[in-house]
């Protein structure tokens, strides 16, 4: 994430912690101004909990947030209002449109152009001022509500826009619109966007880089599939995990047996026929959807085995020489050495 | 039971006489209950929301304290507010005794955990994105609150209600600060209790009529202003 500018976020043994559970451990991380970081993992894995600190709104148990160059605390005057978070589910004030979307510029102090600016916001989320500006809260639709709580962002035209999940629970069009609007940000202002998302368009079509999330851990750059536990000894040196399938996971021996692995994506190796290759590990799995790295031209294949799904990164002249389409029965083959463990410690 | 009926006619032409000494008491009762609760709304509102905004040790005794104290007596309050200003009190000087302003300043005391527990129920049952939402929108710790009091106005408005309710109709305190001087700390329920003494029953009555039109009135002018600011 070289730019040659200076990071707008430089994170330093960022930790959370939530009743004695640690949900998040960020060693150091930096993020360039005007970058679109994708944050992907399951639920719980720490996405919410990194958009919270980066967006000031909690304290970390521990470590630090540098905001260009500075360290920064929630209700740091020079942050507020220029890092800007959208909750997964927005809050619309019980007040109308316009009075919800206006509400962080007369915080401010209201300049005169107020009522342009959240006119201008309402449009560029596609919702007709005219129509919308008045409408009671309660009057709005879940993907017109998302866009108003969108738009009351765009009006403070932010330099970081975090948005937790933004195209999760509504429509097509809407979450178009949203992504749409975002992307107008950056193009207009520079603003930063960092998105927590399993909207796979946003991640490989619009992110320059995507985070992967596990167990609180940050993986930045790069896919990959984590082998959750818990893992049982299978001979000298290495452990094994049944799926539910039958089929069985080869690790080397770790530390925790209770801990999580993973490996990376482009170590695995996708084939219509098993390869028969000394000790390495091959699972029978069916292809679950493709999908265009447009920044890598390469192509994010999901393939379900048990209850696993795991992600693999080809060239696009492997998915066609190869055939593989989703419904295909597939082998995944990889090399036990190459599994990691995330300490979890 | 004639008397409830008569007590009914009576109200109505002691309201449309325009009968002084009982528009005294209603001065009186408006007056001693509308300064009790200003005092309660500006002290409790803000001590409401942090006991409902904020998480901290020992929060839940402190819940179980200001919930108790819902049910404070009212002659207990009117005991302890007498002795501090009473001649030979620590606040005597005050001159408060046997004033409207003495009777408020009991009110006050029975009003505020009312304002401070109802306040703090509708801070609590605000939707947690809420406070997200002000901060990601760059709300400082004042426009926090501020806010959150005004998302969760319906709540508070119910807790001014309920409040006033209390401070209106209570006797203890009005009987023991006020002393149910005639034309000057006599309110409508000190009235009430003088009446009944003297055997009239019929102009108690009247008078109790006279207290729940006035609530009524409250009411419907605290129903319309929730429509207004919906």
Same mark, same amino acid.
């Given at each position: 994430m070289s730019s040659g500018k200076p990071p707008i976020f430089r994170i330093e043994a960022l930790q959370q912690h939530y009743g004695g559970r640690r949900a998040l451990f960020v060693p150091h991380l930096e993020i360039a101004p005007g970058a679109i970081v994708g944050l992907m993992g399951p639920n719980g894995s720490g996405k919410s909990t990194l958009l919270r600190l980066l967006g000031f709104i909690e304290k970390p148990s521990s470590g630090l947030i540098h905001f260009k160059g500075r360290t920064a605390a929630p209700f740091d005057p020079r942050i507020r209002s220029r890092v800007t978070l959208l909750p997964q589910d927005p809050y619309l004030m019980n007040r109308s449109v316009f009075d919800n979307v206006a509400y962080g510029i007369k915080l401010r102090g209201a300049g005169s152009d107020s009522v342009q600016r959240v006119h201008r916001a309402l449009a560029a989320v596609g919702l007709a001022p005219a129509q919308f500006a008045r409408r009671p809260w309660f009057a709005l639709s879940g993907g017109e509500a998302q866009r108003v709580a969108l738009a009351a962002r765009l009006a403070l035209e932010p330099e970081v826009l975090l948005m937790d999940e933004p195209t999760a629970s509504v429509d097509a069009e809407s979450a178009e619109r949203i992504r749409r609007a975002a992307l107008a940000a950056r193009d207009q202002w520079g603003t930063t966007l960092i998105v927590a998302s399993h909207d796979w368009s946003w991640l490989f079509e619009v992110c320059d880089a995507v985070w992967h999330l596990y167990a609180g851990t940050v993986f930045p750059a790069g896919t990959r599939t984590f082998f959750p536990g818990p893992w049982e000894q299978a001979g000298e040196g290495a452990w094994r995990r049944r799926l539910a399938d039958g089929q069985w996971l080869i690790a080397p021996a +770790?530390?925790? #047996?209770?801990?999580?692995?993973?490996?990376?994506?482009?170590?695995?190796?996708? *084939?219509?026929?098993?390869?028969?290759?000394?000790?390495?590990?091959?699972?029978?799995?069916?292809?679950?959807?493709?999908?265009?790295?447009?920044?890598?031209?390469?192509?994010?294949?999901?393939?379900?085995?048990?209850?696993?799904?795991?992600?693999?990164?080809?060239?696009?002249?492997?998915?066609?020489?190869? +055939?593989?389409? #989703?419904?295909?029965?597939?082998?995944?083959?990889?090399?036990?050495?190459?599994? *990691?463990?995330?300490?979890?410690? | 039971m004639e008397f409830l009926l008569d007590g009914f006619v009576q109200a109505i032409i002691l309201l449309v006489h325009l009968d002084p000494e009982t528009y005294s008491a209603i001065r009186a009762t408006l007056w001693s209950s509308s300064a009790a609760m200003a005092v309660s709304l500006v002290l409790g509102l803000p001590a409401g929301f942090w006991l409902g905004y904020h998480n901290f040790y020992g929060k839940h005794a402190l819940r179980t304290v200001v919930d108790t104290l819902l049910s404070l007596p009212t002659v207990l309050v009117g005991l302890i507010v007498y002795a501090f200003i009473s001649r030979q009190g620590p606040l005597g000087e005050m001159g408060l005794l046997f004033t409207l302003p003495g009777i408020a300043v009991g009110q006050a005391i029975l009003a505020w955990p009312v304002v401070v527990a109802l306040t703090a129920t509708a801070v609590e049952s605000m939707d947690r994105q809420l406070s997200i939402t002000l901060r990601s929108l760059g709300a400082d710790r004042r426009q926090l609150l501020l806010s959150t009091l005004w998302e969760a106005r319906f709540g508070i408005l119910a807790a001014g209600v309920t409040a006033y309710g209390r401070v209106m109709t209570e006797v203890g305190i009005s009987m023991m600060v006020g002393g149910n001087i005639k034309w000057a700390t006599r309110t409508m329920t000190t009235a009430i209790a003088l009446e009944t003494n003297k055997g009239m029953f019929a102009t108690g009555v009247a008078l109790g009529l006279v207290l729940l039109a006035i609530a009524f009135a409250v009411n419907v002018s605290l129903s319309f202003l929730r429509r207004q600011v919906r």
């Open positions: +770790g530390t925790d #047996p209770s801990a999580p692995a993973y490996i990376e994506s482009q170590k695995l190796i996708l *084939s219509r026929a098993p390869m028969v290759e000394g000790s390495r590990v091959v699972l029978k799995g069916t292809v679950l959807r493709q999908a265009l790295i447009r920044r890598t031209g390469k192509v994010v294949v999901t393939v379900g085995i048990g209850e696993l799904t795991l992600t693999a990164v080809l060239a696009p002249e492997t998915l066609r020489n190869e +055939g593989m389409a #989703p419904g295909d029965g597939i082998f995944v083959t990889y090399a036990p050495e190459d599994v *990691s463990w995330i300490d979890s410690s | -």
